[in-house]
């Protein structure tokens, strides 16, 4: 899931101010990345309706993540498998984000809600600081198998999930989610920045190697090998020129930004939002 941020009333935003996935929205790329208007509350935990999923839905899902779980012995992150075994997902079905919501509960204490779409980020960032996760419930098309600009169920689950079952990760995100909401204009797109190569688009070292814990790589084909391959550019973590660095949604990502630990990206995170930008 990724916030979006425009106003109800947009005809007042200035454009520069909207984030990269809302630019897509406005210019007709894709519709599906125009944030929804929330006329009630999210349900969350046990009030979360598992719709009824086809047997082509349940074949994507298993298909998606045979592929994607062989890619990620030796890089994705020890922190990302190790919360992919503990949320013990199904190979074979969609998972019920009643029943994920209860297995992070007893974990950090995280609970997810159900979205029905692109959520703009006032009601995002509210919800990740009160430790609640918003995904989606519905699953890509078989034509966009390699990778999907708008938020669909597996990469919110198989993506974003496990890395919540992490507790550094975990008091990072609300932290993250406290800072955002705080935040107005400039600072705000500062933080969408941050999320995008943090949580979206993360590496970390681990015994010197690059490794994934970026939900946007872990749940992309195209993404996982683009990371280790030779055209990305992969730069030192600094969150004051992350959140200055623009980017696109629509293709391959060409910048990534490598954190020496999650406790370095938490640490880090505090003192730049925290103590430069007065946020928290
Ligand atoms: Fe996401």
Not at 44 to 55: F, K, S
Not at 56 to 83: C, D, N, V
Not at 133 to 144: A, K, L, N, V, W
Request: with cysteine; glycine share 8%; net charge negative.
């Amino acid at each position: 899931m990724m916030p979006a941020s425009t106003s109800p009333n947009g005809a007042e935003d200035d454009f520069s101010e909207l984030s990269a996935y809302e630019r897509a929205g406005l210019e007709g790329k894709d519709p599906r990345c125009i944030p929804v208007q929330l006329d009630a509350p999210l349900p969350v935990g046990d009030e979360i309706v598992t719709p009824d999923y086809t047997a082509e839905e349940h074949q994507i899902w298993a298909t998606l993540f045979k592929r994607q779980r062989e890619l990620l012995p030796g890089r994705a992150s020890r922190e990302y498998l190790e919360g992919l075994e503990h949320l013990n997902l199904p190979q074979d079905r969609i998972p019920g984000l009643a029943e994920l919501s209860s297995k992070l509960e007893k974990l950090t204490g995280w609970r997810v809600a159900r979205t029905p779409g692109l959520l703009h980020e006032q009601d995002f960032f509210k919800a990740l600081s009160e430790r609640v996760f918003p995904s989606t419930d519905y699953i890509r098309g078989p034509e966009e198998m390699d990778y999907t600009p708008a938020p669909d169920c597996f990469h919110d689950i198989f993506g974003h999930l496990p890395m919540i079952t992490d507790p550094d990760f975990a008091d990072f995100y609300q932290e993250y989610g406290r800072a955002s909401l705080n935040a107005k204009g400039a600072d705000r797109r500062r933080l969408e920045r941050f999320h995008w190569f943090t949580v979206e688009f993360g590496l970390l070292l681990e015994n010197n190697q690059p490794r994934i814990y970026g939900n946007g790589i872990v749940s992309s084909y195209r993404e996982v090998l683009s990371a280790f391959g030779n055209k990305v550019e992969r730069r030192v973590f600094e969150p004051e020129s992350m959140a200055e660095q623009e980017y696109e949604v629509w293709h391959i990502q060409p910048i990534l930004y490598v954190v020496e630990s999650l406790d370095v990206l938490k640490q880090r995170f505090r003192e730049w939002a925290g103590g430069q930008l007065g946020l928290l």
